[in-house]
Every structure is written in structure tokens, then in C-alpha cells.
């Protein structure tokens, strides 16, 4: 009886946890919806703050700037689509993963978004670190355990370097994305993937 | 004598051309010096202009637009260091073309302007245009000729597809470069080639 009445007035009461879980919620979506709409560097923390219902304030005393809600915004929406799964293939789970990623870097809302952000950290000192921080940094290191359980598996060779082998699946695109010569597409991954594991020399003996 | 006269003439006259192209060379100089003291942003047509001795429209006459201006300059100061040499060794070749343009990219004076273009470039479609067109696809077109010259010299395997190669060998020091990981450098260079030419894979028969 008192188990259940503490449950209701728990229940009643206001929760602040909750309220600023909501607020933080609402602010993230506040900012990956700007960005979409107007570009990163269209986008104030002011606006943020009137679409997500809250005072500029709020947003300060939870995120140092404009760059890392921006950044946690992009965390969020990325979210699962970069995890590495594990089959026991590794190129058909490198396939999974890349291809997910390639198709959400190819994709209106995220894409402009994304690399407005990385645009912004070619000036920005502080964007610069937390886009490396927050975002590319975490899925480096899960790359690399996963080829890390593919050599011990014999999948890729004892002596490759894998903090060098996951820039060069990688690289080829943002190669594209960013220097803007053609779209990063699933079809790249296929090759990427290819030249990658065979390698550019002639067969070795 | 009727020719050393004309001669001494053509020499006394003004010479349009060549005073173009002084203020021509004035104004990427300029243009270069102003967003590596102040970055790519911070650097007006006006302040081109003013630092060239020349007036706006000048450079407007020439140029559609910032952007273009320090793409000209940009690629001034790049020359002769992303030219791909023919030893016949591709590996080599490769090593010493790359090895330069790393070098080139870690510079303090190059490397914010060049990276602060390409953070432009992001949100400009004009500035990703002119990246694409002046800076970046005419090198890959270079690197491309030099990896097909070594596909038939049998030191790239028939079957490889070279486009894709060329952004597997650039991709990641621009992955480092606009990611803001760690710096490109040579050793980078060195573990590019031996991980693209000899594959990730273990061993093929």
C-alpha cells in the first residue's frame, strides 16, 4: 500500500530528470533541423533555442557551442547505421556498414548537414576537435576492432598496419564527399573494398 | 637599322601584356598571403585589391569571384610539387610525388589556406566547383596517366580499376587532413603504398 502510493506520487511529481531529458531532445532536433534547413553556418544558437521552446541558457549549460549540440545532433542521427557488425565475414560486414554509411552521406538532410559541420572545423579550431572527438574518433576505433578480430581470423594479413587500413577504406570517401568530385555511392564501397583487401600489385606469389 | 628602331621603340612603348601580367601576378600573390595571414574567410576581394595596388574591378575582370582567385593562387604555389615523375617504378614515383604534396599540405603557410578553400568549398557550390575543376581532377588525371602506365608495364595488375585507385592512394591523407586526426605525413605516404599495393587480404596463391 505504501510501495503503490509512493509509485503514485513519484509518478505526479514534477520529474526533472525527464523534463530536461525532453528539453535535451528538443534542442538536438532543433539543430540538425536548422542546419538542414539554412546550413551550419546559417544557423545561431538563438534559433536553436526558439525552435527547441528553451532559453539560450539551457543550451549553454549543457553544450560549450553552436559546434558540439550540432555535433551531438549528427551523433545521434548517425547512431546505429555505423555500428560494425560481426558475421564472421569481414568484408561483408565492412560492406554493410560502409554501404549504410555512403547511402546517409549521400542523403539531402544528413549530408549538407555533415559536411557543413566538417566545413566549419577547417576554421574553427574547436569544431575541429570535437568533430575528431565526438564523431570520427569513436568509429576509427570500432573499425579497427572489427579488422582487428578479422586478423586474428586469418581474414587479413598478421603484418598489415589497421589504424592505416581503416583510413584507407575510408578515405576514398571522403575523398569524394569533400573535395567534391562525384558522390560517394554504394558501388564505390564494392571497389574500395576490392582494391583494398586484393591490392593494386600483381598477384604475389 | 629600321628593326633596331622599331625594336628600341616596342621596348620604350608601354606593354599592356606584360603589365597584366604583373598585376596578374600581384594580385595571386596577394591573394595567397592574405588568407594565410588571416585564413581563406577573413580575406576580402577588396583587401586583395588594396594589398596588389590594384583597383577591384581588376581582379573582377579576371576572376568571377574570391574563390577563384585563391583557387589560381593556391595552384601557383602547388606546381611543379604535384607533377608526376616516370622512373619507371611506379612505387617509387609515387613515394616522391606524394611524399612532397604531404609535405606540402603539413606546411603552416600552405596548409590553412588550402584546407580553409576546401572548408569553403562545403558551403559554396561555386567554390566546390572550381576545387574540383582547377585543383583536384586535373592531378587525378595526372596520377591516373602514371598508374596506367604502370598497369602496362605489369606493376599494377590488369584488372584494377584506376580512378578508384587514385582515391585510394589520396583518400587517406585527406582523411587526416579535413578529419583533423593526425597530421599527413610521410610515414603516412610509406604506409599508403605498401597497404594499397600489397592488399589488406592474406597472402593469394
Known sequence: MSLVRSR???AKAPDPT???QQ?????????FELCSERSYEGTSVEAIAARAGVGKQTIYRW??????????????????????????????????????????LSSPDFGPVYT?????????????EALAAQIINPRVDACRK?????????????????????????????????????????EQVNTVLELAFTGLGPARA
Open 63 to 104: 553544450w560549450p557551442s553552436k559546434g558540439a549540440v550540432v555535433m551531438e545532433a549528427l551523433n545521434d542521427v548517425v547512431g546505429a547505421a555505423s555500428d560494425f557488425p560481426d558475421s564472421g565475414d569481414v568484408i561483408a560486414d565492412l560492406r554493410r556498414q560502409m554501404t549504410a554509411v555512403t547511402t546517409l
Open 116 to 128: 557543413g559541420v566538417i566545413g566549419a572545423a577547417q576554421s574553427d579550431p574547436a569544431v575541429a
Open 18 to 20: 525527464r523534463r530536461n
Open 146 to 186: 572489427r579488422l582487428e578480430r578479422a586478423r586474428e581470423a586469418g581474414e587479413i594479413r598478421a603484418d598489415a598496419d589497421l589504424d592505416a587500413a581503416v583510413e584507407l577504406l575510408y578515405g576514398p570517401i571522403y575523398h569524394r564527399l569533400l573535395l567534391h568530385t562525384r558522390p560517394p555511392s554504394a
Open 8 to 10: 503514485a506520487i513519484a
Open 23 to 31: 528539453s535535451r531532445q528538443a534542442i538536438l532536433r532543433a539543430a
